[in-house]
């Protein structure tokens, strides 16, 4: 079985929270035996009729040398301009078998769309007009997409499911549409295949068969007493289980060391905590991978809009992040990639331990997925500025999304540039950048995570150009926590390297640096300051009409250098940008780098680098580094302990 099939396997048992748990079927296994043996036995669904809509990255497709031609028998609603939804048929259906809770397999049937495309393409145009979506034969989980002229070009995997209208009716809210191998070869490029190139979304009547018992389980919240256990409490830790990234687009992109912005998107995969009274590993192999909350909470996970619910009286779900960085040949690092906030919609829940039995509430153990089609949503991703990173609150009011805060969602103002990881080309390949290598870095921000460290990961990766797209290659050597960690190791030692990690009421700061002996007497220090959730976050208003005003982090940065003579002053955010670069001073011993009337403060979920040459090596002293507070407030500086500096002169070789 191969990774694609994996990975749809596990997407596709949602049905046992999406189609049987709003159905009443939804419980951990015991539960559903003890309230229906029929559970043991397979039990048929189907469903039929309705309409699917399409979503093209048309900028992805015209890379590949695809041409959408004329769209025949689409319906476009103005505020889903990028959407073309096809209905139907009134005959056929997906066939399916569901066993002790699980979806086994497509079992057959099929649905056909009323209309499609004419795509034109390298060696004669492809008919995708009146496709069939089809089960696959000998993968069980699959749907093939059958175009008109009875070739499969495409298929569909990492399907998300929620019932609908009083549970009559099934809406598959994403599935990646791919590139099957035939038709990456067809068009010279057999690296391609299984990359996502579309986004489906169906909504079809489901045909109920077999038991409906009603479902047992009690949400159990962040912070709410365990019956039973004195003193104990439920305790939200969200994993980050899997990732890996894909190329989207790309702006006047012309190659190697081109001045190009070119777009990248995840699909990662989360866990919820796995304990139930006992620690045991959530994420095996991994140092992080093991919570310390010993009773695992469920995690609310609702639609932006869909109406106000417990536990917080609001619309909660979590969000999601990413980044990119480079690790340079002289040793320093830079983040060079930024994307917004993703708004997560709906949960998966599978391979539970103890399931909800609700697709917006992630139970112990469940796992989700937010594959590449909706993680490049234009309706799903919003401004980084608009959460309260610690607390993982989300100000609807004056949001993208609610601008006049009445409660209702407006359209989208994204485009397919907005809030995406944007990167220059120049930063990521070309003759500047030999030697360098390159990490990306995804987070999961869940309300109550009591260890932020857990739900973030990062992989390597590399960047080869393959005619007009870049094939993303590597996505391996996995492992949890933040990329600083990935420079300098928290568990360090010796004189040229320090780490730190600050931890406040107001969010969490983690710091690096790295002393670089130059030979000539000469060495190089480089500071890495990541910002994970920390800001001073000025509000109004109150949940669910919330609106933030600013959520600022620093302004400045100061490392001690006593009597040491300065040179090669560098600060790095990765934006190539240099009107928003800060200011360096040296004052009373101290280098001092400073945002000019806050313009480019350093936020959460981002890294600068401060970076100095002086004729003096690291000392065996260690010293205290402060940051800046952007917001007025108390204290106005946080001071971080043992970092390294040139304040003393070296008495000792380092270790």
């Known amino acids: ?112 769309a009323r209309g499609g495309y004419l795509i034109g393409a390298p060696g004669g145009a492809i008919d995708l007009r009146n496709f069939t979506l089809r089960p696959r034969a000998g993968e069980s989980v699959i749907l093939d997409v059958i ?33 099957t191998p035939a038709l990456a070869q067809r068009i010279g490029k057999p690296e391609v295949a299984g990359w996502t190139v579309a986004e489906l979304e169906m909504t079809t009547d489901v045909l109920r068969q077999g038991a409906n018992p009603q479902p047992t389980a009690v949400a159990k919240w962040h912070g709410t007493a365990v019956p039973g256990v004195p003193g104990a409490l439920y305790e939200a830790d969200l994993f980050m289980s899997a990732l890996s990234f894909q190329y989207s687009r790309c702006d006047t992109c012309t190659g190697v060391g081109g001045s190009g912005r070119a777009v990248f998107t995840p699909a990662s995969t989360l866990r919820n905590n796995v304990n139930n009274g006992t620690a045991a590993a959530t994420v095996a192999g991994d140092p992080l991978g093991t919570s310390s909350a010993l009773y695992t909470a469920d995690v609310p996970w609702y639609s932006k809009f869909t109406g106000n619910f417990a536990p917080y009286n609001n619309d ?10 480079r690790f340079n040949a002289d040793g320093s690092i830079d983040q060079i990639g930024r994307s917004g906030v993703k708004h997560a919609f709906l949960t998966l829940n599978t391979s539970c331990l103890d399931n909800p039995g609700d697709s917006h509430i992630l139970g112990r153990g469940c796992s989700d997925v937010y594959s590449v089609s909706n993680n490049d949503s234009n309706t799903s991703l919003g401004p980084r500025s608009e959460i309260v990173p610690a607390s993982n609150i989300w100000g609807r009011c004056g949001s993208i999304y609610d601008t006049n805060c009445d409660g209702i969602a407006n359209t989208s103002p994204n485009g397919s540039f907005d809030q995406r990881l944007v990167v220059r080309e120049s930063q990521f390949s070309g003759a500047a950048q030999t030697g360098a290598t390159y990490r990306f870095e995804s987070w999961y921000l869940a309300r109550g995570d009591i260890n932020v ?39 360090s030692r010796g004189n040229n390297v320090s780490t730190a990690d600050l931890n406040t009421a107001e969010g969490r700061v983690k710091l690096a640096a790295k002393a670089t002996d130059l030979g000539g007497g000469r060495w190089r220090y480089d500071y890495a300051v990541m910002n994970l959730d920390f800001s001073r976050s000025l509000t109004s208003g109150a949940e669910p009409n919330l609106r933030v005003l600013s959520n600022n982090g620093f302004n400045a940065f100061s490392v001690p250098v006593g009597s040491a003579t300065l040179s090669d002053l560098v600060f790095s955010d990765g934006d190539l940008d240099a009107t928003n670069d800060w200011t360096p001073a040296i ?16 936020n959460w979920g981002t890294m600068f680098r401060f970076s100095f040459v002086t004729d003096k090596g690291p000392g065996a002293a260690q010293v205290a580094v402060s940051l800046n507070v952007a917001a007025s407030g108390s204290p106005q500086a946080l001071e971080v302990t043992g970092m390294l500096s040139p304040i003393t002169a070296r008495t000792r070789p380092a270790n």
Not at 152 to 168: A, G, H, K
Not at 316 to 325: A, G, S
Not at 463 to 479: A, L, M, Q
Not at 591 to 596: A, D, E, L, N
């Open 587 to 602: 004052s009373n011993g101290t280098i001092t780098w400073t945002s000019g009337n806050n313009a480019n403060p350093l």
């Open 147 to 179: 175009g008109g002229d009875g070739q499969t070009w495409f298929y569909v995997d990492r399907l998300m499911y929620e019932l609908i209208d009083s549970q009559q009716r099934l809406a598959v809210r994403t599935m990646d549409l791919r590139v």
């Open 316 to 325: 909660q779900h979590p969000y999601l992040i990413w980044n990119l960085y």
């Open 453 to 491: 460290l857990n739900s973030m990961a990062s992989t390597r990766n590399t960047f080869t150009r393959s005619g007009t797209v870049w094939v993303v290659g590597g996505n391996d050597e996995y492992k949890l926590g933040p990329v600083i960690d990935r420079w300098v190791e928290p568990t």
């Open 1 to 112: 079985m191969n990774a694609s099939t994996r990975q749809a396997l596990s997407a596709l048992s949602v049905l046992t929270v999406a189609v049987l748990a709003a159905l009443g079927l939804g419980g951990a296994a015991t539960d559903v035996q003890a309230a229906a043996p029929e559970a043991n036995k397979t039990q048929y669904w189907s469903v039929s009729r309705g309409t699917v809509s399409v979503r093209w990255n048309r900028e992805l497709a015209a890379d590949l040398g695809l041409a959408l031609g004329k769209v025949t028998g689409a319906t476009v609603q103005a505020v889903r301009p990028d959407y073309e939804t096809f209905d139907l048929g009134t005959t056929g259906s997906l066939n399916f078998d569901v066993r002790n809770g699980n979806l086994q397999a497509f079992v057959g049937g099929s649905l056909q």
